[in-house]
């Protein structure tokens, strides 16, 4: 092979973070699939498609402008602006309410690739790969929490993985926590978004509070916000909101969904109130978080009241009703700070990750009863799903034993 052809060939190397499948490679990750959505079908999760490109808004409004800086977006000739999908959630509600009858729920399940930017910091982060999961549509039942995380698993051992680490916790919980110190809705925004950071200590509560302070979000008085202080509410709200906010909103237009937010900012939160409140948060991580198993009790209704210690309940009952494994060792650990976006979860949160693998994230799910609202619906209506990322769960050990045990 001459020069010439080697450096053809060198420039048409695919991009990194996508890769070539081999012939078995795509047998196996179909065979995969295959059993998953026979295991979701089972279950009552019909199968649907959705656009691989959808409106950019769609998954800005969801993800609070989390997923902003992992999109890939571009104007297509209409003018439009649009993005290559992230996940598959944001389209299932948005489906959901332009065909849904009163008080009608919807059981969803869907496989197929996504696409998120990464710049290369992890040699083995995908910025494509092929997710399968499913929406349940209509139950606030702690058994629908249950029913999810254990089709997720299920899903998981059909690799013949051996162990998994679940980390698990309730986004509900850590907003009741901070409401109950007096936060207002941007503030509870604004320390879910820095939870992780906070949590492995790379930001101090003194650090974060001045880092509030700075953005005009807490001030040493309280008392009525002036005209100024709401200008300052606007902008922070805008600058993650609403960079991609245009075209169709739903029932509300653009300024009006900031406008919302805004006008529930009514009373200036002090820098005092929040220490003390990142404070009591920062001691509820560190005497809850931590492995737990069936039937362990965790009784901390003396240092933070009953409606916490109901939601701790409501954790273990929910491992409590997973059932064991043949095929598969399940430890769960309680985890309020995952590294994933918070701000659209309103109860249960896990992720799944595989032992000995570098604690590789391969899946995770929760509930998020506040999601069609936010997405333009007229009320909350109660929702949880999971989703599983099909090529980070096909290490080459699990792919070689899912091989040999077909």
Known sequence: MNTSQD?????????????????????????VINSVSKLLAENGFEMADYPIIEPTELFVKKSGGDIGGRLYSFVDPGGNRVSLRPEFTSSVIRSFLLGRSPNAGMRRQYAGPVFRYSDGKYT???????????????????????????????????????SVTVRMGNIGLIRSLLTGQGLNETICFFVLSNLATLRAGVMSSIELVKRATDLGLVSDLQGQKDQGQQLLDREYIQSHLSENLSGNTGRRSRSDIINRLVAKENTKVDAKSLSKAIDQLTLFLKIVEGEVGRGQLLDIRNEFGEEVQEKINELISIIEGVEDFESLSVRYILDFS??????????????????????TVVGGGGRYDGLVRMLGGSEDVPAVGFAINVDSLLSSDAQHRFTEKK
């Open 124 to 162: 083995n982060e995908l910025k494509q790969f092929t997710q399968i999961g499913c929406e349940l549509i209509g139950s606030d039942s702690l058994q629908s929490d249950v029913q999810i995380l254990k089709l997720a698993l299920k899903a998981v051992s059909y690799t013949d993985t051996p």
């Open 338 to 359: 995952t590294n994933r976006g918070l701000t659209y979860y309103s109860g249960l949160i896990f992720d799944i990750s595989l032992d000995g693998a570098g604690d």
């Open 7 to 31: 450096g053809i060939l060198l420039s048409f190397q695919p991009i990194q973070g996508m890769r070539d499948a081999s012939p078995l490679e795509l047998r196996v990750k179909n065979e």
